[in-house]
């Protein structure tokens, strides 16, 4: 039993899912039992290949989120919000329940265009790009944790 610590990392671009808006860029540390993800913007791009990332913040909106054990519910808390948004802690907790064998901690680096609650800022689209965001993030989450399962002996 090696006591070396087992840490890898992964990287994945989604492009414009409308026209105008920001591509995604999402970044996993992936630890024992934890995943580390950064989720930044990028210019909008039609190819991975091109994406420039606008921000790179840790910390702009940062929550962890355990996984249910027995009886006790996903339970997060909030590590860093740089404004009244909080978009990092229930998307944490959606994730938890969707790995439940992992600690979640993610942070979010998004622009105040989509995470604006009101103002000119706000983009129309807001709501449907997180959800589209989110919906992929699951995705490459799970075909990345799949990807790690060794090969069942035939």
Same mark, same amino acid.
Not at 1 to 15: A, F, N, V
Not at 29 to 57: A, Q
Not at 68 to 97: C, E, F, W
């Given at each position: 039993?090696?006591?070396?610590?087992?840490?890898?990392?992964?990287?994945?671009?989604?492009?414009?899912?409308?026209?105008?808006?920001?591509?995604?860029?999402?970044?996993?540390?992936?630890?024992?039992?934890?995943?580390?993800? *950064?989720?930044?913007?990028?210019?909008?791009?039609?190819?991975?290949?091109?994406?420039?990332?606008?921000?790179?913040?840790?910390?702009?909106? *940062?929550?962890?989120?355990?996984?249910?054990?027995?009886?006790?519910?996903?339970?997060?808390?909030?590590?860093?919000?740089?404004?009244?948004?909080?978009?990092?802690?229930?998307?944490?907790?959606?994730?938890?329940? =969707?790995?439940?064998?992992?600690?979640?901690?993610?942070?979010?680096?998004?622009?105040?265009?989509?995470?604006?609650?009101?103002?000119?800022?706000?983009?129309?689209?807001?709501? =449907?790009?997180?959800?589209?965001?989110?919906? =992929?993030?699951?995705? *490459?989450?799970?075909?990345?944790?799949?990807?790690? =399962?060794?090969?069942?002996?035939?």
């Amino acid at each position: 039993m090696s006591l070396e610590p087992i840490i890898q990392t992964y990287h994945q671009t989604l492009c414009s899912p409308l026209p105008s808006s920001p591509s995604f860029v999402f970044h996993l540390t992936r630890l024992v039992d934890t995943l580390m993800i *950064w989720v930044g913007t990028g210019s909008p791009s039609d190819s991975s290949e091109s994406v420039i990332v606008s921000e790179k913040k840790i910390a702009s909106d *940062w929550a962890v989120a355990m996984p249910s054990r027995g009886n006790i519910p996903v339970t997060a808390t909030p590590i860093y919000r740089a404004s009244a948004s909080d978009y990092a802690l229930p998307m944490s907790q959606r994730l938890a329940r =969707k790995f439940p064998n992992n600690q979640i901690q993610l942070s979010l680096s998004l622009p105040s265009s989509l995470t604006s609650q009101s103002g000119p800022n706000l983009d129309p689209y807001a709501s =449907k790009l997180l959800l589209i965001m989110e919906k =992929k993030l699951g995705t *490459w989450l799970s075909e990345v944790i799949e990807s790690e =399962k060794p090969a069942a002996v035939a």
